[in-house]
């Protein structure tokens, strides 16, 4: 496996297991509840769908798990601005889970296109 592929396996379950840390976290109101949730959800799955892509039996099925891992990175991103705007967490504990969620969204939207980009290329050879 290329060192870029374990790299960002490891990358997106340390992320999922810091938002794990967070929602545990979270005080325990209704509205944490929920938001926290919808969080867990969608950035867990980012780390699964990256891996569920690396796995992939075609360019497409790769292509449609690797975009699914970015749409879950770009949900949890709101989530975690939802958290920060109701003031149910303080912005010193978000920054940097937030600015790793960013990175994230930009490795995976940089590579969806490279995917995308390399399988126009093939299909119109």
Request: charged residues 25%; glycine residues 2%; aromatic residues 4%.
């Amino acid at each position: 496996m290329p060192v870029a592929n374990r790299d960002l396996k490891v990358r997106t379950q340390d992320f999922g297991l810091r938002v794990i840390r967070l929602v545990d976290a979270l005080p325990r109101r209704k509205s944490a509840t929920v938001i926290g949730n919808q969080l867990l959800r969608s950035a867990t799955s980012v780390g699964a769908n990256y891996r569920s892509a690396c796995r992939a039996r075609s360019r497409a099925e790769f292509i449609s798990k690797l975009n699914i891992a970015l749409e879950e990175a770009d949900e949890s991103l709101y989530w975690l601005e939802l958290l920060h705007a109701a003031h149910l967490v303080p912005a010193s504990q978000l920054l940097s889970l937030i600015d790793e969620t960013n990175q994230l969204v930009a490795i995976l939207t940089t590579s969806t296109k490279t995917a995308r980009d390399n399988n126009v290329k093939l299909v119109a050879k």
